[in-house]
């Protein structure tokens, strides 16, 4: 149960949805955008948040897509996680949709949720990451297209996700995902990353590793450079981390290092062939 009450709304345009946060924040409403709920209603349970109003998105048509074309893989914002898992439009985040949370809670959580939420795993991301894929962002100056790169998509106040888009060519390619938890495969994770072999170059992505998902070129280039031994080159890559090795419940940093460099040997093992 919410302990709070607050007024709902489910607008059946962009426009609409746009127009109401800046009309209910004008009023000094504290609003936010609905998907799956999954972390606003848990986060309400626990006093952490407190909106006032709540707007929610899963009626707008552009938002529920999940289509491919020849030329693209287009994925609306609220469409769970359970769609995407038994879907084949993306392989690679077909099967890390997979390995998030139960079924019955996939059920309930949104791609955009995932993509944009505060818990810091955020693994949905990582495939969008490695495919220069855009996301469709819509807020007061209207919508627009962004690459989405580095470690995430950076929305401003009054934005939401209303669609990614991929190019289609990245479901033909190799790939690789990999995650281990401290329990059941479901959990979050220790380490996770997903991978794919573009013109014969390493692209990683990864999470658990440190506070945030996150995606590196230097990172790349060292796992790519074949003059050197695969130890070097992932030790390499190790030193060339953006941020301190996490250390929590879940697992120290140093254990989370050890699965980590065992991940990628693994995945040399596969993309390369090499011992």
């Known amino acids: 149960m919410i302990p709070i009450d607050f007024e709902y709304y489910r607008p059946s345009t962009i426009i609409k949805a746009v127009q109401l946060y800046q009309d209910l924040t004008g009023n000094q409403k504290q609003t936010i955008f609905y998907g799956g709920g999954t972390e606003i209603i848990s986060r309400a349970r626990m006093n952490e948040?407190?909106?006032?109003?709540?707007?929610?998105?899963?009626?707008?048509?552009?938002?529920?897509?999940?289509?491919?074309?020849?030329?693209?893989?287009?994925?609306?914002?609220?469409?769970?996680?359970?769609?995407i898992a038994d879907s084949a439009v993306f392989p690679l985040l077909t099967n890390v949709a997979r390995s998030i949370a139960f079924r019955t809670a996939r059920n309930k959580i949104t791609i955009g949720g995932n993509l944009t939420g505060d818990i810091i795993y955020r693994e949905a991301l990582l495939p969008f990451l490695l495919t220069e894929s855009e996301?469709?962002?819509?807020?007061?100056?209207?919508?627009?297209?962004?690459?989405?790169?580095?470690?995430?998509?950076?929305?401003?106040?009054?934005?939401?996700?209303?669609?990614?888009?991929?190019?289609?060519?990245?479901?033909?390619?190799?790939?690789?995902?990999?995650?281990?938890?401290?329990?059941?495969?479901?959990?979050?994770?220790i380490v996770s990353i997903a991978s794919i072999l573009v013109d014969d170059q390493i692209?990683?992505?990864?999470?658990?590793?440190?506070?945030?998902?996150f995606r590196l070129n230097?990172?790349?280039?060292?796992?790519?450079?074949?003059?050197?031994?695969?130890?070097?080159?992932?030790?390499?890559?190790?030193?060339?981390l953006p941020a301190p090795i996490l250390h929590d419940a879940q697992a120290s940093s140093e254990?989370?290092?050890?699965?980590?460099?065992q991940a990628l040997q693994q995945l040399l093992d596969n993309f390369e062939g090499v011992s």
């Open 255 to 261: 254990y989370r290092e050890f699965v980590l460099k």
């Open 135 to 189: 996301a469709v962002i819509a807020g007061r100056e209207g919508t627009r297209q962004v690459v989405i790169s580095g470690n995430g998509i950076k929305l401003n106040e009054g934005e939401f996700i209303v669609q990614l888009v991929t190019n289609n060519k990245f479901a033909q390619y190799r790939h690789i995902n990999h995650k281990t938890t401290k329990q059941s495969k479901v959990n979050y994770p």
């Open 203 to 213: 692209r990683v992505a990864f999470s658990g590793v440190c506070a945030y998902p």
């Open 49 to 83: 948040i407190s909106p006032n109003a709540v707007i929610d998105l899963k009626n707008i048509p552009e938002c529920n897509v999940l289509k491919k074309d020849t030329e693209t893989i287009t994925i609306g914002a609220t469409v769970s996680l359970t769609q």
């Open 218 to 240: 230097q990172i790349e280039e060292a796992l790519n450079d074949v003059t050197n031994s695969p130890g070097k080159r992932i030790q390499a890559a190790i030193d060339l």
